[in-house]
């Protein structure tokens, strides 16, 4: 009777095993093979060329530029989320009348289409545009650039367009992690004496770190693996300025050459793996110290 209850619990699990195995692991090791071939459009027979398609991912001085603006994004948008976030999370966990309308306010881009997200900044961040039109009222008129085009400011707006976008997603996490603490916690630290920032730095931090764990394991594989913001406010450009990791997989694939473009997606697996998986075995054993 044991053996058929152990045994039943497994049968539940196959079925999604098997849709898991044949949706995700097979082809993930289909393109592990097929990133080792020059597999291509315009060729019959496909070769295996061992190394040849990672050596030139990194010598390439396009997908080098691809892989520095996927770090860059990464790295802007995954501390600009969390430290956003976190503020208006706390901000908004007060007795604020309003406290209701602005969390949904602030949510609200998050459920927004990317694509529509573009249609409002584009106009909004050209050179005749609505920000550079205010810097220049305000008497700033130095602050004015050309964002979308100007090749050493556009990976760095595409992030800001990024973060204004999710900020709010990341926010309804803290705060639900904020509402689990009990307010005991507080008192009693108000009682030893303790101020906001001491409280916050020793009760809030510590007891926030699930949420912390996630909202950075969310940002970092968003941020890794971003695509559609780059492909819908400037296609890569100009010229590849703002290609990342992502559009040039598309490009890839675009111009025919499958073995690189699965090459550079195995790589961009890979990196997310090695990042991630370290990132969360540390935050996760930061909970159960604290």
Do not use: C
């Not at 990194?58 to 990464?74: E, G, H, Q, W, Y």
């Not at 492909?231 to 990791?245: D, H, K, Y």
Request: proline share 3%; no cysteine; charged share 15%.
């Amino acid at each position: 009777m044991k053996v058929s209850k152990r045994l039943y619990s497994y049968y539940l699990i196959w079925p999604a095993l098997l849709i898991y195995s044949v949706f995700f692991v097979l082809p993930a090791l289909t393109g592990l093979f097929y990133s080792f071939t020059d597999w291509r459009l315009d060729r019959e027979n496909i070769q295996f060329i061992g190394w040849d398609n990672f050596e030139r991912i990194f010598t390439d001085r396009t997908l080098l530029l691809a892989i520095k603006n996927t770090a860059i994004f990464a790295v802007v948008t995954v501390i600009g989320k969390n430290l956003l976030g976190i503020a208006l999370a706390v901000g908004l966990n007060m007795k604020l009348k309003s406290k209701n309308l602005l969390r949904a306010i602030f949510y609200s881009p998050s459920i927004l289409s990317v694509l529509v997200i573009s249609i409002v900044f584009t106009p909004m961040l050209r050179s005749d545009g609505t920000i550079n039109r205010i810097f220049e009222a305000v008497g700033l008129p130095s602050l004015s650039q050309a964002w979308l085009t100007n090749p050493a400011l556009v990976i760095w707006t595409v992030a800001f367009v990024s973060i204004w976008q999710h900020t709010g997603f990341q926010m309804a996490i803290y705060l639900a992690g904020l509402q689990s603490i009990s307010k005991e916690y507080y008192e009693a630290a108000t009682i030893d004496g303790a101020g906001s920032w001491r409280s916050f730095r020793s009760i809030t931090i510590p007891l926030l770190l699930p949420a912390i764990n996630i909202n950075l394991m969310l940002t970092l594989i968003g941020g890794l693996k971003v695509f559609s913001e780059v492909f819908v406010l400037t296609g890569g450009g100009p010229g590849n300025a703002s290609q990342v990791v992502g559009t040039i997989i598309l490009r890839s694939f675009g111009e025919g050459s499958w073995g690189l473009g699965t090459a550079v997606n195995t790589l961009l697996f890979a990196a997310v793996t090695i990042i991630a998986i370290p990132l969360l075995i540390f935050m996760r054993r930061k909970e159960v110290s604290e």
